[in-house]
C-alpha cells in the first residue's frame, strides 16, 4: 500500500464520526441507494448500508490507481509472473477464455472422457457400467466442484450420474461413503493437483484395498474402477492408473483457482457439458468486465476495495458471507479457501515484513440457518464486521420468504430498534453489502465465482503480497508427517515439540494410553 499521502487521507476520514455513522451518512445523501449500485450482466450490488462515501471511495480508486491494479491487472492475463515465489504465471483465466488454446485442450479432454463414460465405453473394473462417480480430493481439489455442483445439479432435467464428494479421512466418512455406493458400478476419482496430498492418498489406498478385496475386480483396457486429475500424470501413473482415464492440468493454475480445469469433471458428470461451458462463459464475460470497466462501475475491484477499506482503515478483522439460498450453501466455505489461504500472508512480493493485517476470519453459513445462530451478536454484539448478504432473484414462494428475510436483515441491521425496555433495543448502524444473483444459472455461478477470485487478486495487489502461493501450510503437515514417524518408532522424545502436545500425543497413542477403566 504506497501512497503515504493518500494513506493519511484514507487514516483520517476512517477516524472521522460522521464516516461510522449510517444515519448520518444517509441524510447527507438520500441517494446512496443510486449512486452505490454496481452492475454486471447476472449481478447487482448494493454497498448503499456501508461506512463510506463517495469521497472515500474516490480515495480508495486512487489507491488502487497508486497500486498500479490496472499493470497488474495486465500481467494476469498476459501471463506473466505473478506468483513471485514460484515465478510462474496464474493460469487459470485463460481456462475460459475462448481466444486461448488452453480452453479448447482442456475442455476437449473433459468432454471426451465424459463422452466416454456416458456412451458406456468405459466399464468399471467389474466390467459394469458406470452409474456413480465419486471425487477424492481436499481443498481447491473439493470445495469449488462442490459448490457448483450443488448449485446446479437441481437445475438438470437429464438424468445425470450422481456424484458423491469425500475429502477428509476420517473412518466415519469413508465407511459412510462405501454404505451409501454400489461400487461395482462406482468410478472413482483421485483428485489433487500435486498428487502428494497425504489426506487424498489415503483415501486412494482405502478405496483401492476396498475394490481389490471384492471378488471380479479386473481392472484392463476399456475396465477401470479408478481415473485421476491432476498436474503430475507420472505419479497418478505409478499408482496404476491407466493414461486414458488421467485428466491433466497445468502446474501454473493454482489449487483455489482450479474449478476451470479439469479439477470441475464433477461438474461435467453431474450437470454436464453444457452447463460446464456456460459455466466458463460466465467467468469469462467477469474476465471482461475486470479489464476493462473503470473502477468506479468495477464489481471485483469495488468489493476489493471496501475490503481493504474495512480491514486496513477500520481495522475489522472478521469477515462473514451470507447466501440465502441452499444452492450456495458451500460458498462460505470455497470462499474462506480462496482468501485466507490466498491473502493470509505476511511477507511482501519483495519479502520484507508487511506492516498492515491483510486477510480478515472469513466465516459464514446459509443465512437462513445463520439467523437462528450468530445473528443476535450482528445485531446487539458491540463489534461491527463487513457482511456480505447474497441472494438469487427468484419468483417462487419459498425463495421470495427467503429473499424477504434476507433484505430485512440488512434493514435492521441498519435501522436498529428503541425499544422502552432498553436491553431490547438494537443500536443499528451495522453495515452490509447486499449481493444479488439476477438469476441461478451456470453462467451466473460463473461470473460470481470469478469475481471473488479477482476481488482477491485485486486485495493482493494493494497489500502487495503473492495470492497464489501457501507456504503456511506446509508446517502443520510437516509437524504432522514428523509425529506420525515418531510415534511409530517409539522415538517421540526427540522430537523438538511442547510438553503439552507431548502428553496429548501420548494420551491418544494406542500404546501409551491409559487403559479404560468400566
Ligand atoms: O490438489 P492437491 O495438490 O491435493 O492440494 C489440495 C489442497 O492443499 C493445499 O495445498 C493446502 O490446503 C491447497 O492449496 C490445495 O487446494
Not at 99 to 120: S, T, V
Not at 383 to 394: E, K, T
Not at 410 to 433: F, I, R
Not at 482 to 490: G, L, T
Request: net charge negative.
Amino acid at each position: 500500500m504506497h501512497d503515504p499521502s493518500l494513506q493519511r487521507l484514507l487514516t483520517r476520514a476512517a477516524a472521522s464520526p460522521h464516516i461510522r455513522d449510517l444515519r448520518q451518512l444517509w441524510s447527507h445523501n438520500p441517494n446512496r441507494h443510486r449512486q452505490f449500485i454496481y452492475e454486471t450482466d447476472a449481478l447487482y450490488l448494493d454497498l448503499s448500508k456501508n461506512w463510506v462515501d463517495a469521497d472515500v471511495i474516490e480515495q480508495l480508486q486512487r489507491l488502487a490507481d497508486s497500486c498500479r491494479l490496472k499493470e497488474a491487472i495486465d500481467k494476469l492475463f498476459n501471463g506473466e509472473v505473478v506468483n513471485s515465489t514460484e515465478q510462474s504465471a496464474a493460469g487459470h483465466t485463460t481456462l475460459r477464455d475462448p481466444n486461448h488454446p488452453n480452453y479448447h485442450r482442456n475442455l476437449k479432454a473433459m468432454c471426451d472422457l465424459a463422452d466416454r463414460i456416458e456412451r458406456g465405453d468405459i466399464k468399471t473394473a467389474f466390467g459394469k457400467p458406470v452409474k456413480q462417480w465419486v471425487n477424492v480430493g481436499i481443498g481447491g481439489s473439493y470445495l469449488g466442484p462442490r459448490l457448483v455442483v450443488e448449485a446446479l445439479t437441481e437445475l438438470q432435467s437429464e438424468s445425470r450420474i450422481p456424484v458423491h464428494f469425500t475429502a477428509s479421512v476420517d473412518d466415519s466418512l469413508i465407511n459412510q461413503l462405501f454404505n451409501t455406493i454400489d461400487i461395482e458400478h462406482c468410478l472413482f476419482c483421485i483428485s489433487s493437483k500435486s498428487f502428494g496430498t497425504v489426506e487424498t492418498l489415503m483415501n486412494a489406498g482405502a478405496i483401492e484395498r476396498k475394490l481389490k478385496s471384492r471378488s471380479g475386480y479386473r481392472p484392463q483396457p476399456g475396465q477401470s474402477s479408478l481415473m485421476a486429475i491432476t498436474a503430475h500424470t507420472d505419479k497418478a501413473r505409478r499408482l496404476g492408473i491407466p493414461d486414458d482415464m488421467i485428466l491433466n492440468f497445468d502446474d501454473s493454475i493454482g489449487g483455489r483457482f482450479s474449478l476451470w480445469s479439469a479439477i470441475g469433471f464433477p461438474i461435467v458428470m453431474a450437470a454436464g457439458q453444457t452447463a460446464f461451458k456456460q459455466l466458463l462463459e460466465g467467468a469469462h464475460q467477469m474476465d471482461v468486465h475486470y479489464k476493462q470497466t473503470p473502477w468506479s462501475r468495477n464489481l471485483p475491484v469495488m468489493m476489493a476495495l471496501m475490503s481493504v477499506w474495512y480491514r486496513n482503515y477500520m481495522q475489522l478483522s472478521a469477515y462473514a458471507c451470507l447466501p440465502y439460498d441452499a444452492r450456495l450453501r458451500c460458498l462460505p466455505q470455497w470462499l474462506q479457501q480462496l482468501m485466507m489461504e490466498s491473502t493470509g500472508k505476511m511477507h511482501s512480493n519483495r519479502g520484507d515484513v508487511i506492516q498492515y493485517p491483510t486477510a480478515p476470519w472469513v466465516f459464514g453459513d446459509h443465512g437462513q440457518l445463520s439467523q437462528h445462530a450468530f445473528f443476535q451478536a450482528f445485531h446487539q454484539g458491540l463489534d461491527a464486521l463487513p457482511l456480505d448478504f447474497i441472494g438469487v432473484v427468484d419468483d417462487s414462494p419459498n425463495q421470495q420468504f427467503l429473499l424477504y428475510n434476507m433484505l430485512a436483515q440488512g434493514a435492521a441491521l441498519m435501522q436498529g430498534k428503541e425499544e422502552d425496555n432498553t436491553m431490547a433495543g438494537c443500536p443499528g448502524n451495522k453495515p452490509s453489502t447486499t449481493l444479488l444473483m439476477k438469476r441461478m444459472d451456470a453462467r451466473a455461478i460463473g461470473e460470481l465465482l470469478a469475481m471473488y477470485e479477482h476481488m482477491v487478486y485485486t486485495q493482493s495487489v494493494i497489500w502487495d503480497i503473492n495470492c497464489f502461493d501457501q507456504p503456511g501450510v506446509e508446517l502443520g503437515k510437516s509437524l504432522a508427517r514428523d509425529i506420525q514417524d515418531c510415534v511409530a518408532n517409539d522415538s517421540l522424545n526427540q522430537l523438538n515439540l511442547d510438553p503439552s502436545t507431548k502428553a496429548l500425543i501420548n494420551q491418544v497413542n494406542p500404546k501409551t494410553k491409559e487403559p479404560k477403566h468400566d
